[in-house]
T-cell receptor, first 115, second 122 residues
């Protein structure tokens, strides 16, 4: 089965700096890679995703890159703000008919943005 | 849309008691998932339904856990009897899965989570 590793487990940055979270996956058949943000007391929320036919995707201050050869993908947050503080999860989903709920999640990264 | 609605938000019970968690998925979604989140094990998929039918319950830890989806707008996760090691946050999530298996539309990949139920079994 799929195995997703996420690093680092905790990350602390100053407001305005950039933050990078990295994930690796094991199953070369995985072709969809979402990122979720989980704030305290809430459920995870999808913030950005990327498919295997795309190398990079950007949405305002958030970007995700994918290297299929190396089987790793990364989340980049620029100009961080205190409200970016949360737990971030990466996930991998493989197979064209695989249901979303079968995504394999990383263990999460706790991001703290210091004002 | 109100999103995925879970109740109760918090549940404190004593070991041996029955616990029922409830979920209302987003209207129009046809897939529903129950997850458990703990520090030790992260996010674990317990069971998921497609069109109200249980598809995969391999994540259900043991026979004490059961889940039902009597209609498209309601699901329950029951633990009977509950044990202290069941203490966790339980999330319900929903998504839309197209009927055609080889559909080009991958909206089924987008999971929408509820706010969770914090369960404490004393």
């Amino acid at each position: 089965g799929e195995n997703v590793e996420q690093h680092p487990s905790t990350l602390s940055v100053q407001e305005g700096d950039s933050a990078v979270i990295k994930c690796t996956y094991s199953d070369s058949a995985s072709n969809y890679f979402p990122w979720y943000k989980q704030e305290l007391g809430k459920g995870p929320q999808l913030i950005i995703d990327i498919r295997s036919n795309v190398g990079e995707k950007k949405d305002q201050r958030i970007a995700v890159t994918l290297n299929k050869t190396a089987k790793h993908f990364s989340l980049h947050i620029t100009e961080t703000q205190p409200e970016d503080s949360a737990v971030y999860f990466c996930a991998a989903l493989g197979g064209y008919n695989t249901n979303a709920g079968k995504s394999t999640f990383g263990d999460g990264t706790t991001l703290t943005v210091k004002p | 849309d109100a999103g995925v609605i879970q109740s109760p938000r918090h549940e404190v019970t004593e070991m041996g008691q029955e616990v029922t968690l409830r979920c209302k998925p987003i209207s129009g979604h046809n897939s529903l998932f129950w997850y458990r989140q703990t520090m030790m094990r992260g996010l674990e998929l317990l069971i998921y339904f497609n069109n109200n039918v249980p598809i995969d319950d391999s994540g259900m830890p043991e026979d004490r856990f059961s889940a039902k989806m009597p209609n498209a707008s309601f699901s329950t996760l029951k633990i009977q009897p509950s044990e202290p090691r069941d203490s966790a946050v339980y999330f319900c999530a929903s998504s839309y899965r197209p009927g055609r298996l080889n559909s080009k539309f991958r909206d089924n990949e987008k999971l929408f989570f509820g706010s969770g139920t914090q369960l404490s079994v004393l």
